[in-house]
């Protein structure tokens, strides 16, 4: 069975830390793999990621794919308080079909 | 450029109550999928419509049914409802067209069954 696992499932730092989010998946064939931002309500589009090793960056955030190993990272540097959210990892499989992680919920202490 | 949009945004029922929760996709896309987020969960796949017509469908019973409008708007019914199925319901719009594109999310319906 197809699954995306997530990890870890919360983190607590403080502000100005960097963190690492990691996304690894169990998925025969793949469209793309998406990162979004859910606060407390619409899940947020961050980034989409179709190959293996070019890492997409905006401000302080950035992700890379790895489809050798079957995963993805999403590092936020120098983090902030509005950074504080459920960071949720899905893949497009090959039916269009979204498959999601059950997120990291991240916390930022000032 | 109006976003997706849901309504309502809280419900409280009972259990064995059908609802009904509506979704206006955002302007320019032509599909609408639905999901069930779970306290604590990632969203599940609950169908997905485009041209009026059901076109997947995830792991969820009949008792989930939905339906699409000329206009791209969107109903999600749940009849004989469980206390199971409190949880943020989430539709997403999307291009058809574009499947291999991110969707774009409403605020969602927290249903609350009690």
């Known amino acids: 069975e197809d699954k995306v696992v997530q990890s870890p499932l919360s983190l607590v730092v403080h502000e100005g830390d960097t963190v690492t989010l990691n996304c690894s998946y169990e998925v025969t064939n793949f469209r793309s793999l998406l990162w979004y931002k859910q606060e407390k309500k619409a899940p947020t589009f961050l980034f989409m990621l179709t190959s293996s090793g070019i890492e997409k960056k905006s401000g302080r955030l950035s992700s890379i794919l790895d489809k050798k190993e079957l995963f993805s990272i999403l590092n936020i540097t120098a983090t902030q308080t509005g950074d504080s959210a459920v960071y949720l990892c899905a893949l497009i499989d090959s039916n269009y079909q979204l498959i999601w992680g059950a997120g990291t919920k991240l916390i930022i202490k000032p | 450029d109006a976003g997706v949009t849901q309504s309502p945004t809280h419900l409280i029922k009972t259990r064995g109550q059908q609802v009904t929760l509506r979704c206006s996709p955002k302007?320019?896309?032509?599909?609408v999928s639905w999901y069930q987020q779970a306290l604590g969960q990632g969203p599940q796949f609950i169908f997905q419509?485009?041209?009026?017509?059901?076109?997947q469908r995830g792991n969820f019973p009949d008792r989930f049914s939905g339906h699409q409008f000329p206009n791209y708007s969107s109903e999600l019914n749940v009849n004989a409802l469980l206390l199971g199925d409190s949880a943020l319901y989430l539709c997403?719009?999307?291009?058809?067209?574009?499947?291999?594109?991110?969707?774009?999310f409403g605020d969602g319906t927290r249903l609350s069954i009690l």
């Open positions: 997403a719009s999307s291009l058809y067209a574009g499947k291999n594109q991110p969707q774009h």
């Open positions: 419509y485009y041209e009026e017509e059901e076109r």
């Open positions: 302007s320019g896309h032509d599909t």
